[in-house]
């Protein structure tokens, strides 16, 4: 038996400035910089202490060379210690005002995310503090590490360079309102295609590191979000469908018999899969009541959410009090959540 110390502990520190130029009534410009730095302190994560920083640079310019047309182009770059590579991110946009109540969207975009510093530089181990019984004193504070605890020599990513994880989006959205007799209805729907290239993925433990960038991700799908509005009385609902492919993509992972181990390449496929819902959708509704009293309820499902259905509904009634000098609300949530494939189940 022995003692050992989990503790972690992060701070950020970030400054970013930004600049707003309006050249002319149909050209606007927005531009800044920002700067940030990430420090992790932990004995047994990073075996002390250590840094992460990353620059960036960020603009969009905005014409609007026709009353139904603005375009947007814009762009971030930004540069990161964790792999001490630059990268740039453009955005290409085009909105179309149809009329005063309908507008149509494209757009267009790449953006990466880069492994964080626990995923590129750590140091797991724990130091063994007041081993007993006696005999095996030796022990005292002796730090074991990944390399100690390993169980599968043949496969372990400890100490490898991981790349930028890059995604390209394409989506289309359309947008409109309707006036009824006593009703505003709204109707936002948006279909889209994403490309996820050199996903990270792999089991991060003490015995077991597999990380690495081995998963391409192919999604497409669209999202429908509608609003009716009644003096008083608020309802939405929306649905979202998403049709995912998930290829492993790194290189071979070979077993202690020499040969593919399709179990593992398979796992580190189902680990970004698992988050990934098929069906999902809400309806809610929000009324006002008597005595400035407004009262909530929405109901929350996903479908095919790993190997289950998730559910969860809502209430919420509350009261908001003005005065001069402040404004304050007081109010009572009730929720209640629902797993059918795994049976939990959790109210509060």
Do not use: C
């Not at 492994?115 to 002796?142: A, C, I, M």
Request: net charge negative; glycine share 8%.
């Amino acid at each position: 038996m022995a003692e050992v110390d989990a503790d972690s502990e992060d701070t950020r520190l970030e400054l970013e400035l930004q600049d707003t130029l309006i050249i002319t009534n149909d050209i606007k410009m927005v531009s800044g910089a920002g700067f940030r730095k990430d420090t992790y302190r932990s004995e047994t994560y990073f075996n002390g202490r250590g840094n992460n920083y990353q620059s960036r640079f960020f603009g969009n310019l905005e014409y609007t060379p026709l009353s139904w047309l603005t375009l947007n182009a814009g762009g971030n770059w930004e540069r990161t210690s964790t792999t001490d590579n630059s990268y740039f991110s453009p955005r290409l946009a085009a909105n179309f005002t149809l009329n005063n109540r309908h507008a149509l969207r494209l757009v267009y975009s790449e953006a990466v995310r880069t492994p964080d510093g626990f995923e590129q530089n750590p140091d797991w181990g724990y130091t063994l503090k007041n081993v007993r019984p006696s005999q095996y004193s030796n022990l005292e504070g002796r730090r074991i590490t990944t390399f100690d605890a390993y169980e599968v020599l043949g496969w372990l990513t400890l100490g490898k360079d991981l790349d930028e994880e890059r995604i390209t989006s394409r989506e289309i959205s359309y947008f409109g309102q309707f006036p009824l007799e006593q009703a505003m209805l709204s109707v936002e729907v948006r279909g889209f295609k994403d490309e996820l290239r050199d996903m990270i993925s792999g089991v991060i433990q003490l015995k077991d590191w597999s990380v690495d960038n081995n998963v391409a991700i192919d999604q497409k799908g669209f999202e429908v979000e509608a609003s009716l509005e009644f003096p008083g009385t608020m309802l939405r609902t929306s649905y979202g469908y998403l049709d995912q492919d998930t290829r492993y993509t790194g290189e071979p992972i070979i077993n202690d018999d020499g040969n593919v181990d399709t179990r593992k390449q398979n796992q580190a496929v189902a680990l970004l899969t698992r988050m990934s819902v098929r069906h999902s959708g809400s309806v809610a509704v929000i009324q006002d009541l008597p005595w400035g009293l407004k009262a909530s309820s929405a109901f929350y499902w996903a479908d095919e959410f790993g190997r289950s259905q998730f559910e969860r509904i809502d209430a919420r009634i509350a009261k908001r009090i003005y005065q001069p000098r402040y404004t304050a609300e007081l109010g009572f949530h009730h929720a209640a959540l629902y797993e059918s494939g795994s049976g939990t189940e959790l109210r509060q």
